[in-house]
């Protein structure tokens, strides 16, 4: 059974040895950046499987911004913040000069960056980074447990072979009945977590989208008119090419698989004890 102390001790290791060795490279191997803060970042974020992937290749095209994705320095950011939410105001400028430093950022360029993860930080990241901008791309959540289950990294943690390092964000009733879950179940749950995580700043309406995958398989071109729009940036000649070229999986493949009874219900539960509002079909 996953607690928060076993979580958070072993992730607090991990880390530890990690940051040691990731302070010895940052010294040795990134440049010193052209600026010192990040201007008008855009952040994607979302449940792992989503599309996130997706959304940052096409965008990253754009001449206005330098794109990267996942990047383990930051990841190793993002996990520690998780797991010390209470020092999350320390780790931010932290985190803002690795950014800095990973992308050598110079006018007129904007950090375009998506680790998932962010999901879980989004409203002290939006209070820090004060003109940053968040894409949150939302996708099935049967889809998405589907997908994560044939991710190694991602079912071994739903395994706990990794840190759960998102178990002490669950409401209390989860934690006690996760013990019990299927892996499909877990993984809905991941997908909660991150879902609702990253709906804390809808309030912010000129910094926060939500833009629907399903939508995005539908009509490419007008999501990104719109994601276009909303991130301030112009039209670039390859994004039709990287529409056409980089084509979206089919949505709603979740209809193709057989559930038991006791998923549908489950299902439905996490979407009123997390209050979301999705298809029930």
Same mark, same amino acid.
């Given at each position: 059974?996953?607690?928060?102390?076993?979580?958070?001790?072993?992730?607090?290791?991990?880390?530890?040895?990690?940051?040691?060795?990731?302070?010895? !490279? +940052?010294? &040795?191997?990134?440049?010193?950046?052209? $600026?010192?803060? #990040? =201007?008008?970042?855009?952040?994607?974020?979302?449940?792992?499987?989503?599309?996130?992937?997706?959304?940052?290749?096409?965008?990253?095209?754009?001449?206005?911004?330098?794109?990267?994705?996942?990047?383990?320095?930051?990841?190793?950011?993002?996990?520690?913040?998780?797991?010390?939410?209470?020092?999350?105001?320390?780790?931010?400028?932290?985190?803002?000069?690795?950014?800095?430093?990973?992308?050598?950022?110079?006018?007129?360029?904007?950090?375009?960056?998506?680790?998932?993860?962010?999901?879980?930080?989004?409203?002290?990241?939006?209070?820090?980074?004060?003109?940053?901008?968040?894409? !949150? +791309?939302? &996708?099935?959540?049967?889809?998405?447990? $589907?997908?994560? #289950? =044939?991710?190694?990294?991602?079912?071994?943690?739903?395994?706990?072979?990794?840190?759960?390092?998102?178990?002490?964000?669950?409401?209390?009733?989860?934690?006690?009945?996760?013990?019990?879950?299927?892996?499909?179940?877990?993984?809905?749950?991941?997908?909660?977590?991150?879902?609702?995580?990253?709906?804390?700043?809808?309030?912010?309406?000129?910094?926060?989208?939500?833009?629907?995958?399903?939508?995005?398989?539908?009509?490419?071109?007008?999501?990104?008119?719109?994601?276009?729009?909303?991130?301030?940036?112009?039209?670039?000649?390859?994004?039709?090419?990287?529409?056409?070229?980089?084509?979206?999986?089919?949505?709603?493949?979740?209809?193709?698989?057989?559930?038991?009874?006791?998923?549908?219900?489950?299902?439905?539960?996490?979407?009123?004890?997390?209050?979301?509002?999705?298809?029930?079909?």
């Amino acid at each position: 059974m996953v607690t928060q102390g076993l979580v958070g001790e072993n992730l607090l290791k991990t880390i530890s040895f990690q940051k040691s060795l990731v302070k010895a !490279h +940052i010294r &040795r191997q990134l440049p010193w950046p052209r $600026s010192t803060a #990040l =201007k008008k970042p855009i952040f994607i974020v979302g449940s792992s499987r989503s599309g996130t992937t997706i959304l940052a290749e096409v965008l990253s095209h754009s001449p206005e911004l330098y794109s990267f994705t996942e990047h383990p320095l930051v990841r190793r950011h993002m996990w520690s913040m998780v797991a010390n939410l209470d020092k999350v105001d320390t780790e931010l400028p932290e985190l803002q000069k690795t950014l800095v430093r990973l992308s050598g950022i110079c006018a007129p360029e904007r950090l375009l960056e998506k680790t998932p993860g962010h999901s879980l930080l989004v409203k002290p990241m939006a209070d820090y980074f004060t003109d940053a901008k968040f894409i !949150h +791309i939302i &996708r099935d959540a049967r889809d998405v447990a $589907s997908s994560m #289950l =044939k991710h190694e990294w991602i079912a071994d943690e739903l395994r706990e072979i990794h840190p759960v390092f998102w178990f002490h964000l669950l409401p209390p009733v989860f934690q006690k009945q996760w013990p019990n879950l299927d892996l499909w179940e877990r993984a809905i749950l991941r997908w909660a977590v991150y879902l609702d995580a990253a709906r804390g700043i809808s309030s912010y309406d000129e910094r926060y989208m939500e833009v629907r995958y399903e939508e995005m398989c539908q009509a490419p071109q007008e999501c990104f008119d719109a994601i276009l729009e909303f991130s301030e940036l112009d039209s670039f000649p390859e994004l039709e090419f990287q529409i056409s070229t980089i084509q979206p999986k089919s949505a709603n493949r979740w209809k193709m698989q057989s559930f038991t009874q006791r998923q549908k219900k489950f299902y439905l539960n996490v979407l009123d004890q997390f209050n979301i509002t999705m298809s029930v079909r």
